[in-house]
């Protein structure tokens, strides 16, 4: 088990910049295929971006490719959203979450993930 808690969010301009951090606590953090998921209003949960568990292999929705970089430090159980250059229609609650692995492989299914944090609101005005 992993306890993920997510922070960073908060309001910015469209064409801003925000960066988002989840931080974990329980089974060793390199264990886990960390992604990023979406939700606005109304809408179904959505895969943002994911990392392996070293790092080394990313995967992008096609939506935010060119404009948001995941990343990882093991060392400091953390787990990094740096989006620029925001737009409104990104606009919603952002969550963290782990997928326990056993290869070094990258999860972007939101019904591989094993555990989830609570989320962190970002908001892009106009």
């Known amino acids: 088990q992993v306890q993920l808690v997510e922070s960073g969010g908060g309001l910015v301009q469209a064409g801003g910049s925000l960066r988002l951090s989840c931080a974990a606590s329980?089974?060793?953090?390199?264990?886990?295929?960390m992604g990023w998921f979406r939700q606005a209003p109304g809408q179904e949960r959505e895969f943002v971006e994911a990392?392996?568990?070293?790092?080394?292999?990313?995967h992008y929705a096609d939506y935010v490719k060119g404009r948001f970089t995941i990343s990882r430090n093991n060392a400091l159980n953390t787990v990094y959203l740096e989006m620029n250059s925001l737009k409104p229609e990104d606009t919603a609650v952002y969550y963290c979450?782990?997928?326990?692995?056993?290869?070094?492989?990258?999860?972007?299914?939101?019904?591989?993930?094993?555990?989830w944090g609570k989320g962190t609101q970002v908001t892009v005005s106009s």
């Open positions: 979450a782990a997928d326990l692995v056993y290869s070094d492989s990258v999860t972007t299914s939101y019904y591989g993930m094993d555990f």
């Open positions: 329980g089974r060793t953090f390199s264990s886990y295929a």
């Open positions: 990392v392996c568990w070293s790092g080394g292999t990313t």
